[in-house]
T-cell receptor, first 113, second 114 residues
Framework: QQQVKQSPQSLIVQKGGISIINCAYENTAFDYFPWYQQFPGKGPALLIAIRPDVSEKKEGRFTISFNKSAKQFSLHIMDSQPGDSATYFCAASMGGSARQLTFGSGTQLTVLP | NAGVTQTPKFRVLKTGQSMTLLCAQDMNHEYMYWYRQDPGMGLRLIHYSVGEGTTAKGEVPDGYNVSRLKKQNFLLGLESAAPSQTSVYFC?????????????FGSGTRLTVV
């Protein structure tokens, strides 16, 4: 049972375009929603995160949109660059000291020059 | 400052063999985690530890054991490897009071069981 569903599995975007990755969750106890970026041969690294009390968070070219009623959140990458080519994972966590992350299945983004 | 170091980086095992993956962090983090990453499935939590001498099961613990005898080390063991354990394994750590922004991941161990 996958608690965080992510789409699309792969995405190809032209340089300068907008990349959009979507995630949906089932457990309403989740209260923290991060996005991780992973380059080949490396571990995931935190990109941006949001809590459900806000509907949008922007950091540079990266924006998270959050729809609490629909239990969905998405990552928007504006002005996509070839250097953004990586695998992106959405994740969610809930209360408790250990704060384990539940990950989506990942999206492989390719930005064409 | 190395962060989270995983050894080995690559390993090939025969079915039934045993091995231990080592995760070492030099950031004095209290919490440590082992995840496995499989194509199309994201990262799934195997075991985690909230402090020296304590461990707990995650989402997919079967076939694995862990130990945390020292705060800086978190070991993941496979007693009798199976082809289904072919995966990339990631260790992560964080401060207890870091909220959700403190996860640091290692660069992974690619394990193949033949």
């Amino acid at each position: 049972q996958q608690q965080v569903k992510q789409s699309p599995q792969s995405l190809i975007v032209q340089k300068g375009g907008i990349s959009i990755i979507n995630c949906a969750y089932e457990n309403t106890a989740f209260d923290y929603f991060p996005w991780y970026q992973q380059f080949p041969g490396k571990g995931p690294a935190l990109l941006i995160a949001i809590r459900p009390d806000v509907s949008e968070k922007k950091e540079g070219r990266f924006t998270i949109s959050f729809n609490k009623s629909a239990k969905q959140f998405s990552l928007h990458i504006m002005d996509s660059q070839p250097g953004d080519s990586a695998t992106y994972f959405c994740a969610a966590s809930m209360g408790g000291s250990a704060r384990q992350l539940t990950f989506g299945s990942g999206t492989q983004l390719t930005v064409l020059p | 400052n190395a962060g989270v170091t995983q050894t080995p980086k690559f390993r090939v095992l025969k079915t039934g063999q045993s091995m231990t993956l080592l995760c070492a962090q030099d950031m004095n983090h209290e919490y440590m985690y082992w995840y496995r990453q499989d194509p199309g499935m994201g990262l799934r939590l195997i075991h985690y530890s909230v402090g020296e001498g304590t461990t707990a099961k995650g989402e997919v613990p079967d076939g694995y054991n862990v130990s945390r005898l020292k705060k800086q080390n978190f070991l993941l063991g496979l007693e009798s490897a199976a082809p289904s354990q072919t995966s990339v394994y990631f260790c992560a750590s964080r401060y207890r009071d870091a909220g959700d922004y403190g996860y640091t991941f290692g660069s992974g161990t690619r394990l193949t069981v033949v």
